[in-house]
């Protein structure tokens, strides 16, 4: 993976800037050119990565990464090729997490996810979990019970793989189904995350493979779904999480949480130098999807 971290905080492998505590839009951390930035949202760009993942001579039975090493499985999305993975886990603080009653910044979003007094760090469901890797480090984190689902049975018996790898079989469920296909009407979590597949696709194409839906969503569909959905599968005091980046329209995703009477919370950002397939400057966004006040929904 090729990903140079814009930081001001050096010692990171990438920088996670925490965003303004109230609600709003992404801060702006980079200005790309019009052409710069409708080459990096090119979802034909995009569908050629996918292509070229799985083909790749030097693609890896194993990788390394959060300091474990994982396995992976022919058409599950490789995170060795891209950065988003690894951003994953820092937001979620599973790179490095951090106490409780810590009162740095940097910290806003890891003590979201802190352990309460018995060292639990609460349920958490991860949509698109790919090779596990998010869902494996957050049981192993002491999140639990630890559910991960997929469209692609590929990248469920990946993650089962991993779980076993690493030990966490008995406390993650990994399940295949179309965002919350798989799951149970009445399950509920304190986390649920989704790593989503931010470039947008024209809504007429029509997927070679499941393997392109780790890339591209057609006319925001499946954001749409997970936009309404999402916040109906937390507890009460849980949170619904979104990972997008400027490689999506950003504009138009916020347009679509309001249509869904949601409203998008920047909790974090963090900008990225992307040249595994190009010299790609790409902010990775947080969200946290909460209802929309009832002023904006008049």
Request: net charge negative; proline share 6%.
């Given at each position: 993976?090729?990903?140079?971290?814009v930081?001001?905080v050096?010692?990171a492998p990438?920088a996670?800037?925490?965003?303004?505590?109230?609600?709003?839009?992404?801060p702006?951390?980079?200005?790309?050119?019009?052409a710069?930035?409708h080459?990096?949202?090119?979802?034909?760009?995009s569908l050629?990565?996918?292509r070229?993942s799985?083909?790749?001579?030097?693609r890896?039975r194993?990788f390394?990464?959060?300091g474990?090493?994982?396995?992976?499985?022919?058409?599950?999305f490789a995170?060795?090729?891209?950065?988003?993975?690894?951003?994953?886990?820092?937001?979620?603080g599973?790179?490095?997490p951090?106490?409780a009653?810590?009162d740095?910044?940097?910290?806003?979003?890891?003590?979201a996810f802190?352990?309460?007094v018995?060292g639990?760090?609460?349920?958490?469901l991860?949509?698109?979990c790919g090779?596990?890797?998010?869902?494996?480090?957050a049981a192993?984190a002491a999140h639990?019970p630890?559910?991960?689902?997929?469209?692609s049975?590929?990248?469920v018996?990946?993650t089962v793989?991993?779980a076993?790898?690493?030990?966490?079989q008995?406390r993650?469920r990994?399940?295949?189904?179309?965002?919350?296909?798989?799951l149970?009407d009445?399950?509920?979590?304190d986390?649920?995350?989704?790593?989503?597949?931010?470039v947008?696709?024209?809504?007429?194409?029509v997927?070679e493979s499941?393997?392109e839906?780790?890339?591209?969503?057609?006319?925001?569909?499946?954001h749409?779904?997970?936009?309404e959905e999402?916040?109906?599968?937390?507890?009460?005091?849980?949170?619904?999480?979104l990972?997008?980046s400027s490689?999506g329209d950003?504009?138009l995703?916020?347009?679509?949480?309001?249509?869904?009477?949601?409203?998008l919370?920047?909790?974090?950002?963090?900008l990225?130098?992307?040249?595994e397939?190009?010299?790609?400057?790409v902010?990775h966004?947080l969200?946290?999807?909460?209802?929309?006040?009832?002023?904006?929904?008049a």
């Amino acid at each position: 993976m090729s990903a140079v971290p814009v930081a001001s905080v050096v010692s990171a492998p990438r920088a996670v800037v925490p965003a303004p505590a109230g609600p709003g839009t992404a801060p702006i951390l980079g200005c790309p050119g019009e052409a710069e930035a409708h080459q990096v949202r090119s979802f034909t760009r995009s569908l050629n990565r996918s292509r070229q993942s799985l083909t790749r001579a030097d693609r890896p039975r194993t990788f390394v990464l959060g300091g474990r090493e994982w396995d992976l499985l022919d058409e599950v999305f490789a995170p060795v090729y891209s950065p988003s993975t690894g951003v994953g886990l820092d937001f979620l603080g599973l790179n490095d997490p951090r106490p409780a009653d810590t009162d740095s910044r940097e910290a806003a979003v890891t003590t979201a996810f802190a352990p309460d007094v018995s060292g639990r760090r609460g349920s958490f469901l991860e949509i698109g979990c790919g090779t596990g890797v998010i869902a494996v480090t957050a049981a192993l984190a002491a999140h639990g019970p630890v559910v991960a689902c997929d469209i692609s049975p590929q990248a469920v018996e990946n993650t089962v793989r991993n779980a076993e790898r690493h030990g966490v079989q008995d406390r993650l469920r990994a399940v295949c189904g179309d965002l919350f296909g798989g799951l149970d009407d009445g399950e509920r979590f304190d986390t649920v995350f989704w790593s989503s597949n931010y470039v947008l696709g024209p809504t007429d194409y029509v997927y070679e493979s499941v393997h392109e839906r780790a890339y591209v969503d057609t006319g925001y569909q499946a954001h749409r779904r997970y936009l309404e959905e999402a916040p109906r599968r937390t507890t009460a005091s849980g949170a619904a999480l979104l990972h997008f980046s400027s490689r999506g329209d950003v504009a138009l995703l916020h347009r679509i949480a309001a249509e869904n009477g949601r409203e998008l919370r920047t909790l974090a950002a963090s900008l990225v130098q992307e040249g595994e397939y190009g010299n790609d400057l790409v902010e990775h966004l947080l969200f946290q999807i909460l209802p929309a006040p009832r002023s904006r929904r008049a």
